[in-house]
């Protein structure tokens, strides 16, 4: 806990602040078991499946990160960006979800409250996704977003992290490679929300970006690097290669998908090793929430796998995650999908024992 100085009105108030007032919340998860990872254990001691205030459809998209892929806080805010519906499904493989657009909000990382919602990416007319998976601030004017079209990733350029992006041209990310096509009918790419720096100057920024195959009927799918460059005077993004080395080696033999990663390469570190925290499924129903241990920040070196933990709640879905730590408290934000079909943001938080 802490005390936090208010001065209002020519006087002084000290009002106590418990740095973990949101433990207390009706979603508390009782704090009676630590999960092995690595040297360290892991303690879930808070779970809130429905993190924003606007609860029809508000699931995660990302957190706002630099280019060097740490969370960007400014006077304690953060940037989160949520997707909501824009179109009611119809019938059809493409259609059955709709179409989505994607909104900004300010977000304080320590207390999760957030602020109000802003229409930050719309769709762009061969669209029917708009759904954003990572964010970076590049510089103070100069923001890039990935985002999922239901076919594949494109990206789209703004000079406030906010609103007002306008996607790339010429860029896009689509199925080319074997295990992107697996699954059969309805082949697609996700961006996930992870990128590793290559290389940085005035003139450019290279990087790995993580991304998964998805399919649309199945959901089956796998994690990879894509490797891009943007330059930073004319905004212009361009697919450099795929990984050769794709996908990850995170499938377990007769296992459905081992996608939707987060943030990599971050100063998210476990036991000294890079984390990157995904999603695997044994069979239709099951999500299983797993982080990987590696040297490297490619996770070409992967040292550990371990188990987290399972749907909580009402979930019925979980998948894209991020995570950040504050005051060796780890905190685990992603998107959900509660039993009454809504898309939500929900939250894990453990904390770190040495």
């Known amino acids: 806990m802490k005390f936090i100085m208010i001065k209002k009105g020519g006087s002084i108030a000290f009002v106590l602040v418990f740095s973990f007032l949101i433990l207390f919340s009706s979603n508390s998860v009782d704090a009676n078991e630590t999960i092995s990872v690595g040297n360290i254990e892991l303690e879930l001691i808070h779970f809130d499946e429905s993190l924003v205030p606007d609860q029809n459809h508000a699931g995660f998209c990302a957190l706002l990160f630099d280019t060097d892929g740490k969370l960007v806080i400014e006077n304690g805010q953060a940037w989160l960006y949520t997707t909501g519906l824009y179109e009611e499904p119809v019938e059809g493989l493409r259609d059955w979800y709709g179409k989505w657009i994607s909104h900004a909000r300010s977000f304080n990382p320590e207390t999760l409250v957030s602020g109000e919602k802003k229409l930050a990416l719309g769709l762009a007319p061969a669209d029917r996704w708009a759904v954003i998976h990572h964010a970076i601030k590049v510089s103070d004017d100069l923001y890039v977003v990935f985002y999922s079209t239901n076919k594949g990733v494109r990206a789209a350029v703004s000079d406030r992290p906010d609103g007002g992006f306008f996607t790339a041209p010429d860029f896009e990310i689509v199925p080319t490679e074997d295990w992107e096509l697996e699954g059969g009918e309805g082949a697609s790419l996700e961006s996930c929300g992870g990128h590793v720096k290559v ?156």
């Not at 891009?228 to 993004?237: E, F, G, Q, T």
């Not at 476990?270 to 797993?290: A, Q, S, V």
């Not at 040297?295 to 991020?322: A, C, H, M, N, P």
């Open 199 to 354: 290389h940085e100057d005035e003139d450019e920024f290279v990087f790995y970006y993580l991304y998964d195959s998805y399919n649309v009927n199945t959901r089956v799918g796998q994690l990879g690097w894509a490797k891009v460059r943007l330059c930073k005077h004319s905004r212009y993004l361009e697919l450099i290669e795929k990984h050769p080395d794709n996908p990850l080696d995170l499938l377990p033999e007769g296992y459905l998908a081992a996608r939707a990663g987060g943030n990599a390469a971050t100063d998210v570190m476990i036991d000294g090793k890079h984390t990157l925290f995904y999603f695997t499924r044994p069979d239709e129903e099951t999500y299983n929430l797993m982080v990987a241990l590696a040297e490297d920040e490619l996770f070409q070196d992967i040292v550990e796998e371990t188990y987290l933990g399972g749907l909580l709640g009402r979930e019925d879905i979980i998948e894209k995650f991020q995570a950040y730590i504050i005051d060796d408290i780890l905190h685990i934000i992603y998107e959900n999908r509660l039993e009454d079909g809504t898309w939500q943001t929900g939250i894990r938080l453990y904390k770190i024992i040495e």
